[in-house]
Nanobody, 131 residues
Framework: QVNLAEAGGGLVQAGGSLRLSCVAS????????MGWFRQVPGKEREFVAG????????KYADSVKDRFSISRDNDKNAVYLQMNSLKPEDTAVYFC????????????????????????WGQGTQVTVAS
């Protein structure tokens, strides 16, 4: 059993920053891809950012590019999402996801944004950006 636990959500003013973290625990586990998705009530969950094990590939949604940065610490089985210049439209529940199966890096880039490519999901953390 693998558990993903997100932390770092909260309320912030527009233009502010937050740093989300996600730590994987449970059985011995190495996530080849870790990613962040977000969901607003009444809408589908959308991809935010993803990163491979060696951080040799990162991908961002166009809406967050140049504002958000994804990183990971494999020793801690953790992934982070630094969110800067936050906007009210960033308000959502943010989910951490992990894929254990290894695929070529080129394929990883196209897979990162797809929910069904991930094996494990966290419970989510609320991010609210006030205008």
């Amino acid at each position: 059993q693998v558990n993903l636990a997100e932390a770092g959500g909260g309320l912030v003013q527009a233009g502010g920053s937050l740093r989300l973290s996600c730590v994987a625990s449970g059985r011995t586990f190495a996530a080849y891809i870790m990613g962040w998705f977000r969901q607003v009530p009444g809408k589908e969950r959308e991809f935010v950012a993803g990163i491979t094990w060696a951080a040799d590939a990162r991908k961002y949604a166009d809406s967050v590019k140049d504002r958000f940065s994804i990183s990971r610490d494999n020793d801690k089985n953790a992934v982070y999402l630094q969110m800067n210049s936050l906007k009210p439209e960033d308000t959502a529940v943010y989910f951490c996801a992990a894929r254990e199966r290894v695929i070529p890096v080129g394929q990883a880039m196209s897979s990162m944004g797809l929910e069904y490519e991930y094996d494990y999901w966290g419970q989510g953390t609320q991010v609210t950006v006030a205008s």
